[in-house]
């Protein structure tokens, strides 16, 4: 047997940290980015639907207020704020405005998105639709998570749900919509590596592929929202039995990068 001494790296347990017990929905607290029109709304709609209690973020203030007072009407508990991704004191705002008149934030679905460039190419680069993709489908999706991680590891449980984009994966790669493809795929990649950083917080982070949707983004052809929204609120309420974290999923089935 050689002498050599061993070099034993110090072991990870899977959780780190004394974690609360999962929260019953009518106690869970919802964020969701992009909210006033298209998926992100239907997202609001649906996880309010099952008694979350659901902050509704749109840029323009008045159109949140529009679309919180519809979910109300079907008789959700719906709040409207003003949130545009790209500015970061909207989002101090909003994060202290929950933290404000409920204390915590369970659920958070990264779900403003836009720049979908569809007409460009990479050789003829709009460096300003290149860095607005960026500013709103990475860099807003992080900031905002950075800020509401403080409320998620305080009660030790928080979902985390970065709506991605198929087109961004390795298997659908086209030549077009370059700025778009490009945020999205960073945003997988962000995924990735803050699940890393996440590991035993309970706070669980995942990327999720709505597939093509009939939006105004999305155009007529896609499927319809409904379809779309459920994968993302099934990724919003996983189990801690289920503990999916760092992966990408559509239609609640996990797939390649
Ligand atoms: P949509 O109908 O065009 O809605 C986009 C939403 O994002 C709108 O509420 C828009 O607000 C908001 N938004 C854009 N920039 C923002 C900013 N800086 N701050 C805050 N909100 C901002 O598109 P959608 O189809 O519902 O898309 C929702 C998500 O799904 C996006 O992340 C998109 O990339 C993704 N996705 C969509 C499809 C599809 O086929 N539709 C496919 C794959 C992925 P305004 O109303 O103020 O513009």
Redesign the pocket.
Known sequence: MSSAKVHRLPVKTKRMNPTAVEPPLSQRIALV????????FEVAKQLASLGVTVFL????LA?AEKAAKSVRELGGDAHAIR????RDDDIEATIATIDGRFGRLDILIN????H?DVRARTSKPDIDDIRGALD??LL?AWCLTAAALPLMRRHGYGRIVN???E?ATHEMCGDNAPAYRVS?AALNAYTQVAARELEGSGVLINAV?????A????GSG?RPVAESAEGIVWAALLSERDAAHGQFFRDKLRIAW
């Open positions: 980015s992009g909210a006033n029109r298209g998926i992100g973020g749109g840029r323009e159109k949130l545009d991704v790209t779900n403003a998105g836009g979908f709103v489908n807003g709506v991605s984009s087109c999205k592929s709505p597939g093509w949707t939006t105004a983004m999305g896609g």
